[in-house]
């Protein structure tokens, strides 16, 4: 489990928490390679809610990879390249927080 803190939005004093969970054993190949699946949960670190609504997005991949945390805060992004990868996190209200360099076995 990897545990991101980062810095608090303007609008709002609260922490992006995103627990990224990966997938080890659900590599398939296709075509070009193999592929998992990154899933998570984002929830605001002051009040422990889940942040509804989030967009995680997959950098510079093309096509774009991405997914929208639901009302538990919960998202699940599949057919990711095994690979390092850079995730950007946004919501209304919050700061952008990044992870870089997740890496996809």
Known sequence: MLRILNCCA???P?????FCLLLTDLATAQGNGLVQTIKGVVI???SEEPVIAANILIVGTDPA???ATDYNGSFRIEKVPVGRHSLRISCLGY??????ELEVQ
């Open 65 to 67: 990879l991405g997914a």
């Open 10 to 12: 303007s609008a709002r």
């Open 14 to 18: 609260a922490f992006l928490l995103l």
């Open 44 to 46: 605001d670190q002051a």
């Open 95 to 100: 700061e952008d927080a990044f992870i870089n």
